[in-house]
């Protein structure tokens, strides 16, 4: 079992919408959980971090974390298409240097 | 302005010919890394170098050299590539928790 699940999409939504991007882990020693956005042709680029548990919050975006079931989730506000990307999770333990384990990313279309 | 450089952007090359894939970040940070991304199996992290002179293997190391003389510059060495080795490659420069990304380097062996 890959020790970081996500579900690659695509995942299309009309301009507007709520969104929701979900990663599940394996590994209960991760405490540092990312969301990578990545455009297409361009590096990922670090969109929100989160240590251990809960919540937090950003503009549009927010990044929650629930440790006890293993389960990561970023949420999107009043998508616009410029939100148009693919949206890594990474994560990480307190010993593991910087060395992160990535999702493998989920695609976001979003429509006007 | 904050920057990992990666040279070429694009490259193809024939099966067996060396090269070299150059990264340079211009953020004085000590640990920096390799990744190859492949459709359907994201991001694997190939080498990392925790500081000058310090490297080590990451997931998916087979067929990749490495090293760091200077805190800059961690350049990725395909010895003899073949075409498994057809991929997009980015180099990581990391502080903390955020890992600055090259744009990518796409290569393709045939």
């Known amino acids: 079992q890959k020790e970081v699940e996500q579900d690659p999409g695509p995942l299309s939504v009309p301009e507007g919408a709520i969104v929701s991007l979900n990663c599940t882990y394996s590994n209960s020693a991760f405490q540092y959980f990312m969301w990578y956005r990545q455009y297409s042709r361009k590096g990922p680029e670090l969109l929100m971090y989160t240590y251990s548990s809960g919540n937090k919050e950003d503009g549009r975006f927010t990044a929650q974390v629930d440790k006890s079931s293993k389960y990561i989730s970023l949420f999107i506000r009043d998508s616009q298409p410029s939100d148009s990307a693919t949206y890594l999770c990474a994560m990480r333990g307190p010993n593991s240097g910087y060395a992160l384990n990535f999702g493998k990313g989920t695609s976001l279309l979003v429509t006007p | 302005e904050a920057q990992v450089t990666q040279n070429p952007r694009y490259l193809i090359t024939v099966t067996g010919k060396k090269l070299t894939v150059t990264c340079s970040q211009n953020?004085?940070?000590?640990?920096m890394s390799w990744y190859r991304q492949d459709p359907g199996l994201g991001l694997r992290q190939i080498y990392y170098s925790m500081n000058v002179e310090v490297t080590d293997k990451g997931d998916v190391p087979e067929g990749y050299k490495v090293s760091r003389k200077e805190k800059r510059n961690f350049p990725l060495i395909l010895e003899s590539p073949s075409p498994n080795q057809t991929s997009l490659y980015f180099c990581?420069?990391?502080?903390?928790?955020?890992?600055?990304f090259g744009q990518g380097t796409r290569l393709t062996v045939v």
């Open positions: 953020m004085n940070h000590e640990y």
């Open positions: 990581a420069s990391s502080f903390r928790e955020e890992a600055f």
